[in-house]
């Protein structure tokens, strides 16, 4: 067994000198930091996107409901007339309106088919 | 850690490294290297969590270990051969060049865990308590993969 031993240290692998390999570690490091600046500038966009929508969405919700204190309608006569404005274009318009609800259908599933196939590639 | 940290730290242990993952990659210095700068990078993007609490080296050899062992799982085993387990050039043909192909030929027929044990403890001079961490397993069984790598290993170097 010792002589196994000492061969195996004897004969250590030897590694050629490659100054090359600092300089590419460092290269790829460097590749990281991109990586990781373009990722918090996406998460800094996203969280910007995200206040705006918020502030957006309140300044809207404050602006309804001044108007809806500012100018009261009968809740009843409005949401009648919505309702059979609605039922009236339906009527009118259900044989065009078939298509477009079929042609979006068939785009819908074929956007989730091809979402779940580039997923399954990585 | 700074990046400038990083590299100064890497700097120190590149040459052990690379002789670590040589020893493992049966003497393929190309395939060796690119598992070597995977590691480097893991490491880096992983520098956040190096508390200090182990050695530096350590904890890069352990994440060369696991980059290496992803490696091995994503190559089928019918793809490597022993043939091909030392590609030294052909001039080198002296003494020394037999010896180094008898050796890789040897490793790449014991277990990964064996071999990188025997790599570890002999060609890096590590102590048993430090290859426990970078191979993730209680002291005990560094030891008895230790003393079955060299019974493997005996049975196919000619002394």
Same mark, same amino acid.
């Given at each position: 067994m010792k002589e196994i031993e000492e061969f195996l240290r004897e004969n250590k692998p030897v590694v050629k000198d490659d100054p090359t390999f600092i300089l590419e570690a460092q290269r790829r490091m460097e590749a990281v930091e991109g990586i990781k600046a373009e990722v918090d500038r996406q998460r800094c966009y996203g969280r910007l996107a995200l206040i705006i929508t918020l502030m957006v969405g309140l300044f809207l919700g404050v602006v309804a409901t001044a108007i809806a204190y500012l100018y009261p309608l009968d809740a009843n006569t409005v949401g009648q007339g919505i309702l059979d404005s609605i039922r009236q274009f339906l009527t009118t318009w259900k044989q065009h309106l078939l298509l477009p609800v079929a042609l979006l259908a068939i785009a819908l599933s074929l956007v989730l088919m091809s979402g779940k196939r580039s997923r399954s590639t990585f | 850690m700074t990046q400038e940290r990083f590299i100064s730290l890497v700097r120190a242990e590149q040459e052990p490294l690379r002789r670590f993952l040589l020893a493992l990659c049966g003497g393929d210095a190309a395939l060796a290297d690119d598992i070597a700068q995977d590691a480097l990078v893991r490491a880096y993007v992983a *520098? %956040? $969590?190096? !508390? %200090? !609490? *182990?050695k530096f080296s350590t904890w890069l050899f352990r994440i060369a270990y696991n980059c290496y062992i992803d490696h091995c799982r994503k190559?089928?085993?019918?793809? @490597?051969?022993l043939e091909d387990a030392v590609a030294l050039p052909? $001039?080198? @043909?002296s003494d020394a060049s037999f010896r180094y192909q008898q050796l890789y030929q040897a490793l790449e027929r014991i277990p990964e865990k064996e071999k990188a044990a025997i790599a570890l403890f002999y060609?890096?001079?590590? *102590?048993i308590k430090e290859i426990s961490a970078i191979l993730n397993m209680p002291q005990g069984t560094v030891k008895y993969q230790l003393s079955m790598g060299r019974n493997h290993l005996k049975q196919y170097i000619q002394l």
């Open positions: - | *520098s %956040g $969590s190096f !508390l %200090g !609490l *182990s190559v089928r085993p019918d793809q @490597t051969s052909a $001039s080198e @043909t060609f890096e001079d590590k *102590s």
